[in-house]
């Protein structure tokens, strides 16, 4: 049991994890993402976690770091799909309030939303 | 060699001829001798007749002899009588009267005339002259003296009492002539006025020395002895006839004439002696002569008079044998020409004992019963000929076959796992037995490490016993280790050998399997069944499950049968037992069956899981089961895998269990140590939440331990598991250092402002229900409780 990172280079950029996301493979999620972020400026970055199956501090240390990369430029880090024992981690460290999505669609009309607000601003 | 013996030996009085000769001479002899016996009674009989006959003759002869004599005497005695009567003579010429009596008969002795005296008689004086005969001479002798007292005499009295010539009884005259002596008297009378008036009595003593001589003239004829015998009233005179007196010392003449009365008074003329009066069997005839009513007694001792029927009887008996030895010897040599053959074949037949069962027969054609025999016997030969070497190839079939089947044993044998198999394994014991209903079976169990710390484990029954159940086993066995060896899991297994043994199964063979995987490292045990009885799990703490399952169909039936995986957790120190139906079917002498139950109660019993002690518990009480020797039902087998991680030791408790494994303090010690954790606990059925609870305390508290002790610290983590909860108890001599104190984490703060670390300790405070630390001599120690059901 691994970690399976996938890379989807869309918009936004999205990390599918699949595995186990813990002491010994967030180092491995942190070299993506260290790979992510030195793409340039990213406003939105989505962690699909619909196939982890289990996440550790360790993980959620990786999630605190993008966060700490994007979000304070106003970005957004999202995580969609998670299973209960990983939201339960999550939720417990609240590592993400306010960026956990049960469903892609809920991720979808978030984002729309915000890209509305933007707009408006605009 | 009893029977050969026995069949060679008949003894002679046994044998064919013998029981003809026999037979034949238990009918002739007694037939023989019938006759024999017959006649010569026929020719007794004309013997004792012809006897009789004899004595008549004899009696008639001796009668007139007799008769010759007493008639002279009784006319001449008369004449003198009359004479005296007409011829009224004077006393004086008396004697000259008597002298003149004596002259005429020779054979009289003595005579007188003696007078009657009385009133009426012409004498007054007894007047009686005798003269009687001495040395050639004549005597004289005066009777009427008055001592003698004549008229008183019964010779005087019975002529005179009864008027009529009388003759005396016989009598010895003693003092007289000595001699036997009768007398005949004849009384005389004078004419008178007044009629005839007794005068007196003339007599003649008549010398029974003539009776003697006459009868000893006579001839005896085939009568060996004979007696003239006085009649019974007298005193006895008895006078030997013929030779008599020279062969008759031993006979007593007194007792013969006894014998002789007591026979006439019964009116019996011819009959034995009595034995008292002849000691040798003699014939005795009497006659009675009308002539003063003397006997004739005659005597022939019997085998005198029967010699001549005795020796025809001789002859003829000495005939008779030769006769019979003849018939005899004509016999044998008849019988023998028939039982010769029948020998000869005896022989030839009873020659032939134990494995030499051929023989030789006589040869030539005989077209009596003896030939058909023979050739019925050379049929038989021939036909046991055949048997026996037909029994023979049969028995060298046998031996190769039951050579192959030894060898083909052998190789069975081979194809399971040796014991060096199960001490290569690095975390789990395995121990097997199979016990076969014949030399080879159809039962299979194996073992093996296949990739990555997996033991593959299978137990197959094939649905027959015997060769064919063993060739399929064969198979089943290759399959088994080629497929097994490629690292499919157990559903896939039973799959792919389950469509290479449908291929050209017409045999219709099929075989149950259950198969399984155990990860060494984790205790995860992946199964599946074709339609095997489920395996059964003896827990550590002595709880015995089945392992609930999918199971499949049995192999070779069906091309696309698919097979479920069946996944569960074992805890070291839990041991595995898979069996084949012939533990559970094991039959007792009263047909009761071993039972899944029984198993069940006797691994629950069983002091711990060692696989080897389990097996042998199994098998012991399985062939216990068999009324004490296993027969031959269906093979039998069981298998024992207990999983034995290394380092990690297990205990029984009062109120669960407790596990403590050591922990190699780097990330993959970590990410062992939890893996085990995590295997126990699903082993003991806590749910997927607290599983994952459990793994995250877990994870973080060793993770925090080896970072701040930096490597070289000794970790150690104790499981104890209750009804109610999980306790973990986490020991390293790392620097004191307790986790629980460390400072908070601001969950709340902004992200620029959050810290990246220092979750760890949060979330195992989150998700414990209880934490403690304390330092215990170099050791810290922290201890984690989790109840199985979240708190809320």
């Known amino acids: 049991m691994s970690l399976k990172i996938t890379v989807v280079r869309s918009k936004p950029p999205t990390l599918a994890l699949a595995g186990r996301l813990d002491t010994n493979t967030a180092p491995e999620l942190d070299r993506e993402l260290d790979k992510v972020l030195a793409g340039g400026r990213i406003e939105r970055l989505v962690f699909d976690v619909a196939s982890l199956d289990y996440l550790s501090s360790a993980g959620i240390r990786c999630f605190i770091r993008a966060r700490k990369a994007i979000e304070p430029g106003g970005g957004k880090v999202a995580v969609v799909n998670p299973q209960p024992a990983v939201r339960k981690v999550l939720d417990i460290v609240k590592a993400l309030p306010g960026g956990i999505f049960t469903s892609t669609a809920e991720l979808d009309a978030y984002l729309d939303d915000m890209q509305r607000q933007v707009r408006d601003k605009d | 060699m009893g029977a050969t013996s026995r069949s060679l030996s008949v003894r002679a009085f046994h044998t064919v001829r013998a029981r003809v000769l026999l037979g034949v001479l238990a009918v002739t002899i007694p037939i023989y001798a019938g006759a024999l016996y017959m006649s010569h009674e026929a020719g007794a009989r004309r013997l004792e007749a012809g006897a009789e006959r004899d004595a008549d003759e004899l009696a008639a002869r001796l009668a007139s002899e007799m008769d010759t004599v007493i008639r002279q005497i009784e006319g001449g005695i008369r004449t003198v009588a009359y004479q005296l009567e007409e011829v009224d003579s004077p006393e004086s010429q008396y004697p000259q009267r008597i002298r003149g009596i004596l002259a005429a008969w020779p054979d009289v002795y003595g005579s007188t005339i003696a007078v009657e005296v009385s009133p009426d008689s012409a004498h007054t004086e007894p007047f009686a002259p005798y003269y009687f005969r001495r040395g050639g001479n004549l005597r004289y002798s005066d009777l009427a003296k008055e001592s003698y007292a004549y008229n008183e005499q019964p010779w005087y009295r019975s002529a005179v009492d009864g008027g009529a010539p009388v003759w005396s009884a016989p009598y010895y005259d003693r003092g007289g002539g000595e001699t036997w002596m009768v007398t005949y008297s004849v009384p005389f009378f004078r004419k008178t006025d007044h009629g005839r008036v007794l005068a007196g009595v003339v007599t003649a003593d008549l010398d029974l020395g003539a009776m003697r001589r006459a009868a000893a003239s006579v001839s005896l004829g085939q009568f060996g002895m004979g007696w003239l015998a006085s009649p019974p009233a007298s005193e006895s005179f008895v006078a030997p006839i013929g030779a008599t007196a020279e062969r008759s010392a031993s006979l007593d003449e007194t007792a013969i004439r006894a014998a002789g009365e007591a026979m006439l008074e019964e009116h019996d003329n011819f009959a034995l002696l009595p034995p008292e009066v002849a000691a040798e069997p003699t014939y005795l005839a009497v006659r009675n002569l009308q002539t003063l009513q003397w006997r004739v007694m005659l005597a022939v001792p019997r085998d005198e008079l029967l010699a001549e029927a005795n020796g025809l009887l001789r002859r003829q008996t000495l ?247 069946n996944e569960a957790f074992v805890a070291p120190g839990d041991t595995l037992v898979l069996c084949t139906d012939g533990v559970t079917e094991a039959e007792a002498e009263d047909g009761s069956l071993f039972g899944a139950e029984r198993l069940i109660a006797l691994l629950g ?64 010690g970590i990410r062992q140590a939890l893996q085990r954790v995590r295997g126990i606990l699903a082993a003991r059925d806590v749910g997927p939440d607290r599983l994952h609870d459990a793994e995250l305390i877990g994870e973080e508290l060793l993770t925090n331990i080896v970072r701040h002790a930096g490597g070289a610290v000794r970790i150690a983590v104790e499981c104890a598991l209750t009804k109610g909860e999980f306790v973990f108890t986490v020991r390293d001599d790392g620097p004191a250092f307790n986790p629980l104190e460390l400072d908070a984490v601001d969950l709340d703060a902004s992200i620029s402002q959050r810290r990246v670390g220092g979750l760890g300790v949060h979330l195992v405070k989150e998700l414990a229900d209880r934490c403690s630390y304390a330092r215990s001599g170099d050791q810290n120690v922290l201890e984690i409780s989790v109840l199985r059901a979240p708190a809320s």
Request: a negative charge; glycine letters at 10%; hydrophobic letters at 45%.
């Open chain 2, 319 to 565: 005939w008779g044998v030769v006769g019979l030895l003849l018939l005899a010897t004509a016999v044998w040599f008849v019988a023998a020409g028939v039982a010769r053959p029948l020998h000869e074949l005896a022989v030839a037949v009873g020659s032939a004992s134990g494995d030499e069962l051929s023989f030789h027969l006589p040869d030539g054609a005989r077209r009596d019963e003896i030939g058909v025999l023979t050739d019925a016997l050379r049929r038989l030969r021939d036909s046991l000929e055949d048997h026996i070497r037909l029994r023979a190839e049969s028995l060298a079939e046998q031996a190769r076959l039951k050579h192959e089947l030894e060898v083909a044993a052998s190789i069975q044998q081979s194809m399971l796992p040796t014991r060096d198999a199960a001490r290569n394994l690095q975390a789990a014991e395995v121990a097997a037995a199979l016990l076969p209903a014949r030399e080879v079976g159809g039962d299979l169990y194996d073992y093996f490490a296949i990739r990555d710390g997996h033991l593959l484990f299978a137990v197959g029954d094939v649905s027959d016993k015997g060769i064919p159940a063993a060739l399929f086993m064969a198979r089943l066995s290759a399959l088994l280790r080629v497929l097994g060896a490629e690292g499919h899991l157990p559903d896939r297994l039973l799959a792919g050998i389950n469509a290479r043994l449908v291929e050209g199964n017409d045999a219709c063979m099929f075989v149950t399997v259950g198969c399984g995987v155990l990860n060494m490292s984790t205790g995860q045990i992946r199964y599946a069944s074709a339609g095997h009885e489920p395996p059964l799990l003896r827990e550590m703490e002595g709880r015995v499950r089945a392992l609930a399952g999918e199971n499949g169909a049995a192999i070779g039936i069906d091309a696309l049968a698919d097979y479920h995986l």
């Open chain 2, 605 to 668: 019993e069983a002091p711990d899981g060692e696989p080897a002690s389990v097996v042998r518990r199994i098998m012991d009480t399985v062939v216990a089961h068999t009324t004490g020797g296993f027969h031959a039902t269906d093979d039998v087998t069981a298998m024992a895998v207990r999983f034995t991680p290394p380092g990690v030791e297990w205990r029984r408790e009062d109120d669960g269990a407790r596990w403590l494994l050591p922990v190699e303090p780097s990330a993959a």
